[in-house]
């Protein structure tokens, strides 16, 4: 019995070491996990994770400063992406999912201040001083940004119309009547 | 006209789980109607029992779930694993061990891997080895068969057996139970007797088992209604039967004053309801083509190689699990060569 | 027919993997001839009815369209023209539900008919187009709109143009309509075989190809008939044979076809013309001899109404653009009230939600079914690794392990099976006990996979135009980092000659910053 206990604990041991050795042999230098992180990430550019920016929020969750489920545009999709890709369980959102829309800057009322396009990430908005601006929307990512510099409130957002190139068959609904686990690992890789 | 999105096909489906649990119950009627006849009603006894504690069991952890039971047992599924279950074990066998047993297979082997299609193993084979390996005495306690014994159980007679454990009066256990003819071979064989010897035995029948030969005889005939009906394929059932009759012709060959006839292998035991009714459990099989020939062949070959030389008489239920296990592999490795990609895969 | 009969005992037929054998229900609507439809009222014209670039549209909203008049200009290689069906005013081009799966609108132009189908001039017939250049014969093709009209719509004249480079041997053309219910190639073969063969003679021209192959489902003898005597009275049976193949769910798909009747594979994600295979629906052949030897666009075509909840189940020569409600009413209008209303055949097809959808090139068949016929499915099981999808897959795959990883929404595993080998044909989701509604599944990984590198397209590009920015926001800071420093060392050398330096910088700094970064954009 004892000698049972003590050579497993001798095994514990020595794969604990291992694993420990391999962590420093392999440790990955640069932050090529930063970069992974950000290729998943919406580029929103919107700042509702709390960073200034999609690569901040990367570098952040890198880091381990943060969690992986404070992007709102990327919502479930990025979660799980991220969640996967470092091995991590998946979180819920922790903020509301929105539908995607873009910016619209109404041209009657637009004064041609250009605070909106200074402010935009990604330089979607075309306009010059004391002229009428004009959004982009192909390149608009939706970021809302622009919205609370306007001085006269002439910028507002536009679900995008959804269309048939880009739509999605649903997941089917029909609840599967007894199940418990997503996927059990029945197919040995 | 209610609108939704539903993608094809439109028309109804051709086959339902339930609808193919209650033709494998089907096909195990004849079976299951000679094991009573040479082993009386005990068996009887277990299969309402098993079925019993099965549902009852099954109902128990969906509702703990906090789902609603009907669907699982509609499907039929726990039914089969206590019939399987019931028709492997000794007909007497006391009730507290057929309600483990079921325990076991419903609650630990399936419901707790996710349920119907998510159980790696066999319940009912899980169940079987699990009382095997912790009761090993009362699980080898056969009947003698009916044309054997004097003294025929009774209905009542029999429920009082399985319910408290207690024999008729007069009766000795060794009047009504005796080896299965597999376990009364290994016994000889080890104590070096020759075929020919251990074949004076009354125990032994035309080709098996007295007894024994004609429930697997209708066995086999279910198993074919199966084939028939399509409700399993062949591949399994004919590639396990074949493995164990090449390797018991093999030894036979070699040596026929120690080895049974090849025969005997195929109607002694479970073989035949292991390769049509146990081994076919979709759930727990291959599902490639190629694997299902692997799997079976490989249960097969096991079954002779346990039989011969394991420590326990029967074998079905061991290979079976021990396959169940590499499953998942070898169906990754005979994954068939799709349409249009043109090297052979695996 | 001895002749034909000795065709058919020498030819080799191969089989492809699964299938399945599901009751052909054809007898409801292939007993009565194809029959015209009165003209609507108005029709509803899709711009988009082919694979490829949309068209554009080149008449005005109020003008008056002559039926065959091109209303809408393909944009690209791939592309196809669309034509006015009939003769009216053009009132408006607008969004309205089209054939689609997902029931959203697409822009259609909208025709007020003026009941006299008075037709366009048309260009003249090209009876001696074997003496014409190939590419004009081309060229009338893609003018007259053809696409394939056995649903997958990708115009005909690129795929009657596979290049210099493959060497095309055998043309083969589909009659086997493999999906229930469906029978207007099976009308088409029995009431225009003449025409089809004119347009098998002007591919098998284009082509260049050896030998002609039409290959029919052995339940259509009468189409079989009927086309072994039509070729008898032409001089192509040398070259053609009418192949009849055996009845199995999906030999009508393009490749499993090909399988039956070539032996060969086309390779994964590849095309026929890789195998020297081309491969044309019996409709499109008859398209193709309306556009050439009468300078014809396609503005019509046949369409299968059927389904136990149809009144008189039949064909109809159809305008495209017609509500598939005027088809319905045409037929009698509903025995009973269909449970499901289906665009094409119960296999393949998609449930309208619309019965006011307008009837496009590649429609062949409105299906209502009864209750009894499509029962609403129940709740589906869960997967029993029973094994039956995978036999019943033509295209060899794991359906149930697709399923496995499509559930987990894990896309990366489902390509490692090959989700993308899948023809969405639906024997696995038929055959499976537990009715999981397997298709559905991997349609919404294949859509769900496309959208997601459409989304991150988008995302590199707004990466992209986030740099830029920055990098330019970085570079101005720099610039006028510089600036102030040369003006700073230049005061400060001034300083030293002069004597009160500090209020001059001040100045001069504050005057250069603000505006730039406002200004530069
Ligand atoms: S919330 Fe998401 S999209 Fe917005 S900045 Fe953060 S990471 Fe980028
Ligand atoms: S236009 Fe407005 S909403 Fe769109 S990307 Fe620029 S700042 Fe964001
Ligand atoms: S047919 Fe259905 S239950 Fe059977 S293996 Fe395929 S998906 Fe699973
Ligand atoms: S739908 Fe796809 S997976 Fe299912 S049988 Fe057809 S090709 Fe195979």
Request: proline fraction near 8%; charged fraction near 15%; charge should be neutral.
């Amino acid at each position: 019995m004892l000698t049972a206990i003590l050579a497993i604990a001798a095994l514990a041991v020595l794969f604990g070491l291992m694993l420990g050795y391999s962590a420093i042999r392999f440790h990955v230098e640069g932050d090529p996990i930063a970069d992974q992180i950000d290729s998943l990430l919406p580029q929103t550019q919107c700042g509702q994770c709390g960073h200034p920016g999609c690569r901040p929020y990367a570098e952040a969750v890198a880091r381990g400063d943060d969690d992986i489920n404070k992007c709102a545009p990327g919502g479930e999709a990025t979660i799980l992406a991220m969640a996967d890709l470092l091995g991590r369980e998946p979180v819920a959102l922790d903020a509301e999912e929105k539908l995607p829309a873009v910016a619209f800057i109404d041209p009657e009322r637009c004064i041609g201040c250009t605070l909106c396009l200074q402010n935009c990430p990604v330089d979607a908005i075309v306009g010059a001083a004391k002229q009428l601006h004009g959004i982009l929307s192909k390149e608009c990512t939706g970021c809302e940004l622009c919205l609370p510099p306007c001085p006269v409130n002439c910028i507002s957002m536009v679900p995008v119309t959804e269309e048939i190139s880009g739509w999605r068959w649903p997941f089917p609904s029909t609840p599967l009547k007894e199940t418990a686990k997503s996927q059990p690992e029945r197919a040995a890789a | 006209m209610k609108t939704f999105i539903a993608s094809s096909p439109h028309v109804a489906r051709v086959n339902r789980v339930d609808s193919i649990m209650l033709q494998v119950l089907l096909a195990l009627v004849p079976g299951i109607l000679a094991m009573i006849w040479f082993f009386g009603w005990g068996l009887l006894i277990n299969i309402l029992l098993a079925v019993t504690f099965a549902v009852a069991a099954e109902c128990t952890v969906i509702l703990a779930r906090g789902r609603s039971p009907l669907p699982a047992i509609a499907d039929l599924s726990a039914v089969v694993t206590a019939v399987l279950f019931a028709i492997s074990v000794p007909p007497i066998l006391p009730w507290w061990m057929t309600l483990l047993g079921m325990l076991f297979a419903i609650v630990l082997v399936k419901q707790l891997y996710g349920g119907m299609g998510y159980n790696p193993f066999n319940p009912a084979m899980a169940a079987y080895v699990f009382l095997l390996v912790s009761y090993p005495v009362a699980m080898t306690n056969w009947l003698t068969p009916t044309m054997l014994t004097e003294h025929h159980l009774s209905f009542t007679e029999s429920l009082r057996i399985i319910l408290d454990g207690s024999l008729p009066q007069g009766l000795s256990w060794d009047a009504v139970t005796s080896a299965t003819p597999l376990d009364e071979m290994r016994g000889k064989l080890d104590r070096n007797l020759t075929m020919g010897e251990i074949r004076q035995s009354p125990l032994w029948g035309a080709f098996g088992g007295r007894g024994w030969e004609w429930v697997a005889a209708w066995f086999l005939l279910g198993g074919i209604y199966l084939l028939w009906k399509r409700i399993i394929t062949w591949h399994i059932p004919v590639s396990l039967l074949s493995s164990l009759l090449v390797c018991a012709t093999l030894f036979w060959a070699i040596e026929p004053q120690t080895h049974p006839f090849p025969a005997f292998h195929l109607f002694s035991g479970a073989a035949i309801l292991g390769a049509f009714f146990i081994a076919t459990d979709p759930v727990t099989a291959c599902t490639t083509t190629r694997g299902q020939i692997i799997f079976g062949a490989s249960i097969g070959a096991l079954v002779y190689v346990i039989r011969t030389w394991g420590g326990y008489p029967d074998a079905i239920a061991f290979s079976v699990l021990l396959l169940n296990i590499a499953a998942p592999m070898i169906d990754h490795y005979t994954q068939p060569r799709v349409f249009g990609h043109g090297g052979k895969r695996g | 027919m001895a002749v034909a009969h000795s065709l058919i005992a020498n030819r080799r037929l191969w089989t492809f993997h699964g299938g399945i054998h599901i009751p052909d229900e054809k007898s409801l609507s292939n007993g009565a001839p194809i029959a015209p439809i009165a003209l609507p009222s108005r029709l509803v014209v899709p711009l988009q009815q082919h694979i490829g670039a949309p068209a554009r549209v080149i008449v005005a909203v109020g003008e008056r369209v002559l039926k065959g008049q091109m209303i809408a200009e393909p944009t690209g290689l791939v592309s196809a023209p669309v034509h006015a069906p009939s003769s009216g005013t053009l009132v408006a081009i607008e969004s309205h539900p089209i054939p689609h799966p997902s029931g959203l609108m697409a822009p259609c132009a909208i025709i007020e008919t003026d009941g006299e189908d008075a037709w366009a001039e048309l260009p003249p017939p090209m009876t001696d187009y074997p003496q014409l250049d190939p590419e004009l014969i081309r060229e009338r093709i893609r003018w007259a709109g053809v696409v394939g009209m056995g649903g997958a719509s990708f115009p005909t004249s690129v795929k009657l143009s596979p290049g210099t480079d493959r060497h095309i041997h055998t043309l083969i053309i589909n009659g086997a309509e493999c999906e229930p219910y469906i029978s207007c190639d099976d009308r088409l073969m029995r009431e225009r075989s003449g025409h089809i063969f004119e347009g098998v003679r002007i591919m098998h021209h284009l082509l260049g190809v050896k030998q002609v192959l039409i290959g029919i489902e052995d339940n259509k003898p009468e189409a079989i008939e009927e086309m072994r005597l039509a070729l008898a009275e032409t001089d192509m049976h040398t070259y053609t044979e009418i192949v009849p193949i055996p009845t199995l769910y999906p030999s009508g798909g393009e490749k499993q076809l090909i399988r039956i009747l070539t032996g060969k594979e086309v390779p994964t994600k590849g095309i026929p013309a890789q195998v020297g295979i081309v491969c044309q629906n019996v409709g499109t052949a008859a398209a193709v001899a309306d556009a050439v030897l009468e300078g014809r666009p396609l503005v019509s075509r046949v369409v299968t109404v059927t389904g136990r909840a149809i009144a008189n189940p039949r064909n109809l020569e159809v305008p495209i653009g017609t509500p598939a409600s005027d088809l319905i009413a045409h037929c009698g209008g509903y025995r009973e009230t269909p449970r499901k209303l289906v665009c094409g055949g119960p296999m393949m097809g998609f449930a309208l939600r619309d019965a006011d959808t307008p009837i496009t090139k590649a429609t062949n068949c409105v299906l209502a079914l009864t209750p009894e016929e499509s029962p609403a499915p129940g709740p589906a099981l869960a997967c029993i690794r029973c094994g039956r999808c995978a036999q019943a897959c033509p295209a060899n795959l794991l359906p149930q392990q697709m399923y496995w990883h499509a559930r987990a929404k894990d896309l990366d595993r489902v390509q490692d099976y090959n989700l993308f080998d899948c023809i969405e044909c639906g024997c696995c989701a038929q055959v499976c006990p537990s009715h999981i509604p397997l298709v559905q599944y991997y349609r919404y990984a294949k859509t769900e996979i496309w959208s997601r590198e459409q989304e991150k397209r988008k995302s590199e590009q707004a990466r992209a135009r986030h740099a830029a920015k920055q990098a330019r926001l970085e570079r101005q800071e720099q610039e006028r980092q510089a600036k102030l420093r040369k003006q700073k060392e230049a005061l400060a050398a001034k300083a030293k000659a002069q004597a009160k330096p500090e209020t001059a910088a001040k100045q001069q700094a504050s005057a250069a910053s603000p505006t730039e970064t406002a200004n530069d954009s």
